[in-house]
């Protein structure tokens, strides 16, 4: 992930990244109305009026964000330093894959679906020519490379098969186009599930996307599916391209269920998502649910993978605010330096932006009703399935749920809340490297190698 989208996340954070996430447990829909008590559990912000929580978000933002302006900001890493830091992870594997239990298919096919998140964002920056994937085990055919007409705005998109089981993979946020498709975080319904779109609502850009990508190679993929016997369709992806797999599995559940689709020829392939460090992109309504609609949402609950890595934010956005706000606190210090390393911009200049940055923010958090509004409709966003989490790349991966910010944010043992951001302790790297780093990690450290590629 580029730091264009951390900066991006920073300053929207107080207007966009107050979004709380339900789970399978989940309560109806949030108002307006009744963000009174939801505020402070999830700020543990305790005063009479929701008026004066948003004043206290406020203010914490505006602290977080100006206390180090008057100050020095502590130095950036030597540029070799950071260098040798980044590249800590591509020379080996995480020392344990995730388990069968945790993603619900072989470890390979894991190491695949890792391994396809990083060549769409080869093959789109030029470093591959094409798609290969095959090891000396396990033979692995290309099916689409889907660099098109519409490469500069829409993510590379790719299908592979092994054995009997098809893998459809995205690429994550490479370019300008990219982060508006981030941002495109409307929740919608979608025709593609059309009998279960009113209770079921995906982010509206990466449902988009995910929707061309599908009709425009719909006919190939059926018919490579029937003539290969698949059993089983993975979707996957990195970052922008985990939100689209994981939408992507939710599209095609349906379609196969649907008797007019022509993936309805597929009723027999299971669909399931193993996917890579990306924000929430589902939202369930509750209200009207259908036993058909919550039996699907089960299937979807059933089938679906996460996998997170010790401080990333990103898996964090929408929902998870105090996680967000102590990683700015964190990160606050080194952004003047980092920013100079990127962009030679002298200090005055990043502190006076940093200052404009601040009044606006405060000023927009304080715009109580627009605030309030956004925050009804986007804290119900959650990751659905199962999280994969990653202390560090020497640990066993342990299995985690998100319950969202509707239950208290209380600490529950085993839920996705229950992990709390831990603050860098040491210089190299600093917190905004750290995060590249974290946001990185998973695909690398379970993708093969490309020496044992062919």
């Known amino acids: 992930m580029k730091f264009a989208f951390i900066a991006s996340t920073l300053a929207l954070l107080?207007?966009?990244?107050?979004?709380?996430?339900?789970?399978?447990?989940?309560?109806?829909?949030?108002?307006?109305?009744?963000?009174?008590?939801?505020?402070?559990?999830?700020?543990?912000?305790?005063?009479?009026?929701?008026?004066?929580?948003?004043?206290?978000?406020?203010?914490?933002?505006?602290n977080t964000i100006t206390n180090d302006i008057k100050g020095t900001f502590k130095a950036a890493t030597p540029v070799q330093e950071r260098e040798n830091e980044m590249n800590m992870l591509s020379n080996s594997n995480f020392k344990h894959m995730p388990t069968k239990a945790q993603?619900?298919?072989?470890?390979?096919?894991?190491?695949?679906?890792?391994?396809?998140?990083?060549?769409?964002?080869?093959?789109?920056?030029?470093?591959?020519?094409?798609?290969?994937?095959?090891?000396?085990?396990?033979?692995?055919?290309?099916?689409?490379?889907?660099?098109?007409?519409?490469?500069?705005?829409?993510?590379?998109?790719?299908?592979?098969?092994?054995?009997?089981?098809m893998i459809l993979g995205w690429r994550g946020t490479q370019n300008i186009a990219d982060g508006i498709n981030d941002f495109a975080f409307s929740p919608c319904g979608n025709m593609a599930i059309r009998k279960h779109a009113k209770n079921v609502k995906m982010h509206g850009g990466m449902a988009?996307?995910?929707?061309?990508?599908?009709?425009?190679?719909?006919?190939?993929?059926?018919?490579?599916c029937k003539k290969r016997g698949i059993k089983e369709i993975v979707t996957t992806g990195h970052s922008l391209g985990e939100g689209i797999g994981q939408i992507g599995h939710t599209i095609l559940r349906a379609q196969i269920q649907d008797p007019n689709s022509p993936w309805s020829e597929l009723k027999?392939?299971?669909?399931?998502?193993?996917?890579?460090?990306?924000?929430?992109?589902?939202?369930?309504?509750?209200?009207?649910?259908?036993?058909?609609?919550?039996?699907?949402?089960?299937?979807?609950?059933?089938?679906?993978?996460?996998?997170?890595?010790?401080?990333?934010?990103?898996?964090?956005?929408?929902?998870?605010?105090?996680?967000?706000?102590?990683?700015?606190?964190?990160?606050?210090?080194?952004?003047?330096?980092?920013?100079?390393?990127?962009?030679?911009?002298?200090?005055?200049?990043?502190?006076?932006?940093?200052?404009?940055?601040?009044?606006?923010?405060?000023?927009?958090?304080?715009?109580?009703?627009?605030?309030?509004?956004?925050?009804s409709v986007l804290s119900n966003y959650f990751h659905p399935g199962k999280i994969c989490f990653y202390k560090d790349e020497f640990a066993e991966p342990i299995t985690l749920v998100d319950k969202g910010a509707f239950e208290k944010n209380s600490g529950k043992k085993g839920t996705f809340r229950s992990v709390k951001y831990e603050p860098v302790k040491r210089k190299d790297p600093n917190p905004i490297e750290g995060e590249l780093l974290c946001h990185g990690a998973p695909k690398i450290g379970i993708m093969y190698d490309e020496e044992l590629l062919h």
């Not at 966009?16 to 989940?26: D, L």
């Not at 898996?315 to 964190?330: E, K, Q």
Request: proline fraction near 4%.
């Open 268 to 375: 027999d392939v299971n669909v399931r998502s193993v996917v890579f460090c990306a924000p929430m992109t589902t939202v369930i309504v509750k209200d009207g649910c259908s036993d058909e609609t919550s039996k699907f949402i089960e299937e979807i609950d059933q089938n679906s993978c996460v996998v997170v890595y010790q401080n990333d934010v990103v898996p964090r956005a929408y929902g998870y605010l105090s996680f967000i706000n102590d990683f700015v606190d964190d990160t606050i210090p080194y952004i003047g330096p980092y920013l100079m390393d990127e962009k030679r911009m002298p200090s005055f200049f990043i502190k006076k932006g940093i200052e404009k940055l601040a009044k606006a923010t405060e000023e927009q958090v304080l715009a109580a009703e627009a605030f309030q509004g956004i925050v």
């Open 103 to 165: 993603t619900g298919v072989e470890e390979h096919i894991t190491r695949f679906a890792a391994t396809l998140s990083q060549q769409t964002y080869d093959l789109y920056n030029g470093v591959i020519p094409k798609i290969a994937m095959s090891t000396d085990q396990h033979e692995v055919e290309v099916i689409v490379e889907g660099q098109s007409l519409f490469k500069p705005t829409n993510p590379t998109f790719a299908a592979v098969v092994c054995g009997d089981t």
């Open 14 to 62: 107080p207007a966009s990244a107050v979004f709380a996430t339900p789970a399978n447990s989940r309560a109806a829909l949030r108002t307006a109305s009744s963000l009174h008590g939801w505020f402070s559990d999830l700020f543990d912000v305790h005063t009479d009026t929701v008026e004066e929580e948003i004043e206290a978000i406020a203010e914490r933002f505006q």
């Open 208 to 224: 988009s996307l995910c929707s061309n990508d599908i009709v425009t190679h719909e006919e190939t993929l059926i018919a490579e």
